[in-house]
């Protein structure tokens, strides 16, 4: 059984900096893409960052800038270094790993999710 570990949210100012983990642990064969998903109240969940196994990287526009999502591939273990916070990056933020769990069997698994808001 696989699962995704998501810690480092919290209430912030208008501002500020939060630093968000996202560990799997269980039973697995490889990891491909992590990434960090968001959904702010009354609105649908979108991508925020993904980085590949290799490190490479890609963020929605909004972030851009601003964030930094990296990975330590020996303790299975993706990061999101959030800068200059604004309230509209209120949200519950969710880990998201797409996870071999054999040589031919492979998905996506999500973590239970981590409030971050920010205050004005």
């Known amino acids: 059984q696989v699962q995704l570990a998501e810690s480092g949210g919290g209430l912030v100012q208008d501002g500020g900096s939060l630093r968000l983990s996202c560990a799997a642990s269980g039973t697995f064969f490889s990891i491909n893409d992590m990434g960090w998903h968001r959904q702010a109240p009354g609105k649908q969940r979108e991508l925020v960052a993904v980085i590949t196994r290799e490190g490479t990287t890609d963020y929605t526009d909004s972030v851009k800038g601003r964030s930094t999502i990296s990975r330590d591939n020996a303790k299975n273990t993706v990061y999101l270094q959030m800068n200059s916070l604004k309230p509209e990056d209120t949200a519950v933020y969710y880990c998201?790993?797409?996870?071999?769990?054999?040589?031919?069997?492979?998905?996506?698994?999500w973590g239970q999710g981590t409030q971050v808001t920010v205050s004005s």
């Open positions: 998201k790993a797409e996870i071999w769990t054999s040589r031919w069997t492979k998905g996506d698994y």
